[in-house]
């Protein structure tokens, strides 16, 4: 089956850190640009953080620049998003997408990246919740 999965979510305390994986499965994802989407209860969708396929390029939106960290291991067939210095509105669901085109996973907009449906990505995986609370 091709998916990616999410994992690494969990519940932590304001001012801390986790590392979110997202894992290809079925695929290689080393012709894939990856993003980070995130989506709290009421809110829009948004779109936090991409990376090449190569690993060359990072992109952060505003909301996470200097916290958050993007990475791949095109090895392990693996992207991760490290997150240090949590707060609350951090809180949210956190979903990885994966294109072949940049451009697809990679327009800017309103501080971050335009957050697509869905369907218009090559894979999309289940998502993963991140809670930050006290």
């Known amino acids: 089956q091709l998916q990616l999965v999410e994992s690494g979510g969990g519940l932590v305390q304001p001012g801390g850190s986790l590392r979110l994986s997202c894992a290809a499965s079925?695929?290689?994802?080393?012709?894939?640009?990856i993003g980070w989407f995130r989506q709290a209860p009421g809110e829009e969708r948004e779109g936090i953080s991409c990376?090449?396929?190569?690993?060359?390029?990072?992109k952060y939106a505003d909301s996470v620049k200097g916290r958050f960290t993007i990475s791949r291991d095109n090895a392990k067939n693996t992207v991760y998003l490290q997150m240090n210095s949590l707060k609350p509105d951090d809180t949210a669901v956190y979903y990885c997408?994966?294109?072949?085109?940049?451009?697809?996973?990679?327009?800017?907009?309103?501080?971050?990246?335009?957050?697509?449906?869905?369907?218009?990505?090559?894979?999309w995986g289940q998502g993963t919740q991140v809670t930050v609370s006290s």
């Open positions: 990376i090449s396929s190569s690993g060359g390029s990072t």
């Open positions: 079925g695929f290689t994802l080393d012709y894939y640009a």
């Open positions: 997408a994966a294109d072949s085109n940049w451009d697809v996973i990679c327009t800017p907009y309103s501080g971050g990246y335009y957050p697509k449906r869905a369907a218009q990505y090559d894979y």
